[in-house]
């Protein structure tokens, strides 16, 4: 799981074997997530779904229904996934790439 974007500011504390601590300084880092950009369109849907503002490859893309079970899985996939085949309802969308992660939920209509 990834921090969300902004400015995220960390110190460490380390403690020594006898109980003796002390903290480092404040360091600030500010992070920007690509992948809180990625949309699915059209939302809803009668069948393909086209993934927008992704720019890495989608090493994994998973579909959840409403009660959390798989219904369908791609490796190494373009970015857009065919749902009409599913029943109509609630679905979540889980995109990975080379290292992060990001979950939609699109209605098929």
Same mark, same amino acid.
């Given at each position: 799981?990834?921090?969300?974007?902004? +400015?995220?500011?960390?110190?460490?504390?380390?403690?020594?074997?006898?109980?003796?601590?002390?903290?480092? @300084? &404040?360091? !600030?880092?500010?992070?920007?997530?690509?992948? #809180?950009?990625? !949309?699915? +369109?059209? /939302?809803? %849907?009668?069948?393909?779904?086209?993934?927008?503002?992704?720019?890495? #490859?989608?090493?994994? +893309? !998973?579909?959840?229904? !409403?009660?959390?079970?798989? &219904?369908?899985? @791609?490796?190494? %996939?373009?970015?857009?996934?065919?749902?009409? /085949? +599913? &029943?109509?309802?609630?679905?979540?969308?889980?995109?990975? %790439? /080379?290292?992060?992660?990001?979950?939609?939920?699109?209605?098929?209509?």
């Amino acid at each position: 799981m990834s921090p969300s974007s902004g +400015l995220h500011y960390y110190r460490l504390k380390q403690v020594d074997f006898d109980g003796n601590f002390e903290y480092s @300084k &404040v360091k !600030s880092i500010d992070m920007i997530n690509e992948m #809180e950009s990625i !949309s699915i +369109l059209p /939302n809803p %849907t009668k069948g393909i779904v086209l993934f927008h503002g992704i720019e890495d #490859e989608i090493f994994e +893309l !998973s579909v959840y229904d !409403s009660f959390g079970k798989l &219904v369908k899985e @791609k490796i190494r %996939t373009p970015s857009q996934v065919d749902l009409s /085949n +599913l &029943v109509n309802g609630i679905y979540f969308i889980s995109i990975k %790439t /080379n290292n992060q992660m990001v979950i939609r939920k699109v209605l098929k209509n």
